[in-house]
C-alpha cells in the first residue's frame, strides 16, 4: 500500500513536470513572437532570445522524467529481441541500474554546478546579465527529477521480477 501511494505521488511529480515542459515550450514561442513583433516595429526588448534559449534548455530537461515514464523515450530492441526471456530480464534490470547511476551522476553535478554559479555570482554574458543560478536551478530541477523516475522505474520492475509480475518476453520492451 504505501509504495502504491509513493508511486501514485511520483507519477503525479512526473506529470507536472511535464506540464511545466509544456509551460516553457508557449513561454518560449511567446518571447520568440514578441521578438519579431517588436523588430517589425523598429523596437528592440534586451534579453527575450536569451530567455527563450534558457526556456528551451528548461523544457528539455523538465520534460525528461515524464516522457521516461510514460515510455516515449526512443528505445533501441534490435538487441533485447534476440535474446531468451531471462537474459532480457537480466539485461533490462542492468540497463536500468547503469542509467539510474548515470542519471544520479548527472544531478549530482548539477547541483554542484548551480551552487557554484550561485556562490560565485555568475551571471549571463547576454544583455540583462542574469543570474545563471536561476536558469541552472530549473535544468537541475529536471535532471533531479530524471534520476528520480529512472531509480523509480528501475525498483518498480525489479519489484515485479521479485513478486513474478514480470513483463513477458513480448513485452520487455515496455520496461525500459
Not at 555568475?122 to 543570474?131: K, R
Request: glycine letters at 8%; charged letters at 10%; hydrophobic letters at 50%.
Amino acid at each position: 500500500m504505501f509504495l502504491c501511494s509513493i508511486g501514485k505521488g511520483l507519477e503525479g511529480l512526473y506529470k507536472f513536470s511535464g506540464a511545466l515542459a509544456a509551460l516553457c515550450l508557449v513561454s518560449m514561442a511567446l518571447c520568440v513572437i514578441l521578438s519579431i513583433v517588436t523588430r517589425l516595429f523598429d523596437g528592440y526588448v534586451p534579453g527575450l532570445t536569451e530567455i527563450a534559449g534558457y526556456l528551451m534548455g528548461a523544457a528539455n530537461c523538465l520534460a525528461l522524467a515524464y516522457t521516461f515514464r510514460n515510455k516515449a523515450h526512443i528505445q533501441v530492441t534490435l538487441f533485447i529481441e534476440k535474446m531468451g526471456v531471462k537474459q532480457q530480464r537480466g539485461f533490462t534490470v542492468f540497463a536500468l541500474l547503469m542509467t539510474s547511476l548515470i542519471t544520479l551522476y548527472v544531478a549530482y553535478y548539477m547541483i554542484r554546478l548551480t551552487y557554484f554559479s550561485w556562490d560565485f555570482h555568475e551571471v549571463s554574458d547576454g544583455s540583462i546579465a542574469l543570474p545563471l543560478w536561476i536558469p541552472q536551478s530549473v535544468v537541475t530541477l529536471g535532471t533531479i527529477l530524471f534520476a528520480i523516475s529512472v531509480v523509480h522505474s528501475f525498483f518498480e520492475y525489479c519489484w515485479l521480477l521479485l513478486t513474478g509480475q514480470a513483463p513477458s518476453s513480448n513485452a520487455q520492451e515496455e520496461a525500459l
